[in-house]
């Protein structure tokens, strides 16, 4: 059911940065933080005392908090928010910074996220993702996602019948797509040859239709347009954004996000329709939420994915730009700091700033953001649309 809700009308984001990404670091999760802090404080043009408040994504900021960030960077913020949704929050950090903005309760709010990933952390991550993880996951030898979202694959192939070539299409456009961005970790080009030879990790997944954990940090600002205009920082205007979680409980597995439920919130506010999106940035940490992502934010109907693949082409210069920087598939998942990659990507499509992952004369983008897999399916998700200021 759609409601009226206020709009973001003066309300920006700007100021898109990404502390390059590494395989591995001996830096805990504070320092690729704070360094995402120091960047934006200088790309800006601010002081860090002008910044009064603060949204903190990370999955390796443990024991801290983000009220214990605070004191570890040296901030007083007077609106501060974690945000736990993993894929899902660099939009939700964003909506809800734009509120605390819009309300008052905040005058410029720094969005970021940042892990570390030594060479233990990925298994250390996994095994205490959540309740479900410790006790009925993880002690049978199934911790982290592939299992569960090998599970998604086959479901998804068998129904609507999807082949891994279609699969395999879309990540090797996100290839082509992160040989253009120079902080991308994945440098080789991927054929479809090698994506369909590469080795099995949980059938039907192979190697390449899964992320590389790595370290990093994204980050961005959100303020009044006026403030934006004031520094003279280049800004996208946020036309909607929507975020559900837990949808659908009842479905037996997953083959639907809470997208479904707000779609026409997500378009009615904006005032748009999925024709007039000139980019998406999707989380995809495999490639069928990719297509679920395709479908349930109104590009195909549902099933219709593999077709709407074999249609375009998903690159920088051809039909429907998708994860211009390569997503996570080529750029690599820093920890929680991969729900913020698209939404930094958009923000630079949109403000020009995107520099060889350009695309040509973009001017309404949408982000979206899926997160949280607990057993057998995710459980947060969130879109926002995205216009150039002069749109």
């Not at 950090?93 to 990933?117: E, F, Y």
């Not at 996100?174 to 120079?182: G, I, K, V």
């Not at 597995?253 to 997500?266: A, E, F, K, S, T």
């Amino acid at each position: 059911m759609s409601t009226q809700r206020l709009g973001y009308d003066g309300i920006v984001v700007t100021a898109p940065v990404t502390i390059p990404y590494v395989r591995y670091s001996i830096h805990a999760a504070h320092w690729w933080l704070g360094r995402a802090l120091g960047e934006l404080v200088q790309s800006a043009g601010v002081g860090k005392t002008d910044i009064d408040g603060l949204c903190v994504s990370s999955f390796t900021l443990a024991p801290d908090t983000a009220v214990g960030l605070c004191q570890h960077i040296g901030m007083s913020p007077r609106w501060l928010d974690h945000i736990p949704m993993g894929g899902a929050s660099g939009v939700v950090g964003m909506r809800r910074a734009a509120r605390a903005v819009q309300s008052g309760d905040a005058t410029m709010v720094a969005c970021i996220a940042g892990d570390a990933n030594h060479v233990d952390s990925f298994r250390n991550t996994v095994s205490q993702f959540s309740r479900f993880a410790q006790d009925a996951v993880y002690p049978y030898g199934a911790g982290g996602p592939n299992a569960s979202f090998a599970l998604l694959t086959r479901y998804y192939m068998n129904t609507y019948g999807a082949t891994r070539e279609d699969f395999g299409k879309l990540c090797v456009a996100q290839r082509d797509n992160a040989l253009h961005n120079p902080d991308a970790l994945m440098k080789k080009p991927l054929s479809l040859e090698q994506y369909l030879n590469a080795r099995v990790i949980a059938d039907p997944i192979h190697l390449f239709d899964c992320v590389m954990p790595c370290a990093g940090a994204d980050a961005f600002l959100v303020m009044h347009e006026s403030k934006a205009q004031e520094l003279g920082l280049p800004y996208a205007r946020i036309l909607s954004t929507i975020e559900r979680h837990n949808a659908f409980p009842n479905d037996p597995i997953q083959y639907r996000g809470g997208w479904v439920m707000d779609i026409d919130d997500l378009y009615g506010q904006a005032g748009v329709t999925p024709n007039d999106i000139d980019f998406m940035q999707a989380y995809d940490d495999y490639p069928v939420i990719n297509f679920m992502q395709i479908e349930d934010l109104g590009f195909c109907k549902k099933g219709e994915a593999a077709q709407f693949v074999r249609d375009n082409t998903f690159t920088i210069n051809g039909s429907f730009p998708f994860n211009t920087n390569g997503g996570q598939l080529s750029a690599g998942q820093a920890g929680a700091a991969g729900g913020y990659l698209g939404t930094v990507e958009a923000i630079r499509q949109l403000t020009g700033q995107a520099r060889e992952t350009q695309v040509s004369d973009a001017r309404v983008g949408l982000v979206s953001g899926f997160g949280m897999i607990n057993y057998d399916r995710g459980l947060c998700t969130a879109a926002a649309i995205l216009a150039r200021s002069d749109t």
